[in-house]
């Protein structure tokens, strides 16, 4: 019951501070790149419950530095300014202020009342493997390291193999029907085998059942213009190159059921990164390729 009051509540929560509700107002200290990329994420993100009221800094590069939130002015006055906001909160973004300025901003927005949060350069690490705690009269964030050997790896792939396994079994039915609805809809293979990059850079053939035309890749070079994301990886709402067939099992992932295989083999696991294609990882830069 508490589980289910809890994700109740959150929830509703949720959907409340999308539409505006149930949000705290926020003054960001800094307008270096860390204190405009937490101003937009809090912007894109509304569901956090967070409305950007403005910056403050000392030397500002421009008086708007994410579109649509204004500098209030500097740190000095950024106090005042807090309190002339209602239920205001402060984050500080840390790269952009010295920890001697922090601590004595820190101090005199609590004396106030007034919520403080600092921010953290860490990112892309689960929140379940930080831990605040004091070291002396300093508080530090302890990281707990991965562990890749041992009981948890094996306890991984157990569990990657009976998932994998029972799923096959129980989508058996729904495979078959859709590999008749390709055949019937279309020439080619039912399946559809494209390389893609794993673990280490290895490369295996990912499976997947064929949602498109068998011209597919051939026709990619055309359509790259036509390209809706930044970055290697393609995609396309209307894509020509789809059957119909094709759209239903794309919208319902019925097309990558036949990835089970590849977990059973030991090529993907069940929780795990998407496996690029080839000339995508050529453009990752050396931090997730050492990963």
Do not use: C
């Amino acid at each position: 019951m508490v589980l289910l009051e809890r994700n109740v509540a959150r929830r509703m929560f949720r959907r409340r501070r999308a539409r505006g509700q149930m949000v705290r107002r926020v003054v960001i200290a800094g307008t270096n790149p860390e204190g405009q990329e937490i101003a937009a994420m809090l912007r894109s993100e509304p569901w956090l419950g967070y409305q950007v009221v403005g910056f403050v800094d000392d030397a500002p590069r421009t008086d708007e530095p994410v579109p649509g939130v204004p500098v209030l002015g500097s740190l000095d006055d950024l106090v005042g300014i807090a309190a002339e906001i209602p239920d205001a909160s402060v984050i500080v973004a840390t790269s952009a202020v010295d920890a001697t300025r922090t601590n004595r901003i820190a101090r005199d927005l609590l004396e106030q009342g007034i919520n403080v949060e600092l921010s953290s350069s860490l990112r892309d690490i689960s929140s379940s493997r930080l831990t605040v705690r004091p070291l002396g009269r300093y508080p530090v964030v302890y990281l707990e390291p991965r562990r890749r050997s041992g009981w948890r790896a094996g306890a991984k792939r157990t569990f990657d193999i009976v998932g994998a396994f029972v799923g096959l079994v129980l989508t058996a039915p729904v495979v078959a029907v859709a590999a008749i609805a390709i055949r019937l809809d279309s020439r080619g293979p039912i399946l559809f085998r494209q390389t893609r990059v794993g673990q280490h850079g290895s490369r295996f053939q990912v499976l997947k059942l064929r949602s498109m035309t068998t011209d597919a890749e051939d026709r990619l070079a055309e359509l790259r213009e036509l390209n809706e994301v930044d970055g290697p990886l393609f995609k396309m709402a209307a894509d020509p190159r789809v059957t119909r067939v094709g759209k239903l099992i794309r919208k319902t992932s019925i097309d990558e059921i036949p990835q089970l295989w590849n977990v059973l083999r030991g090529d993907m696991s069940l929780v795990g990164p998407r496996p690029a294609l080839p000339d995508e990882s050529e453009e990752w830069d050396a931090l997730l390729t050492q990963r």
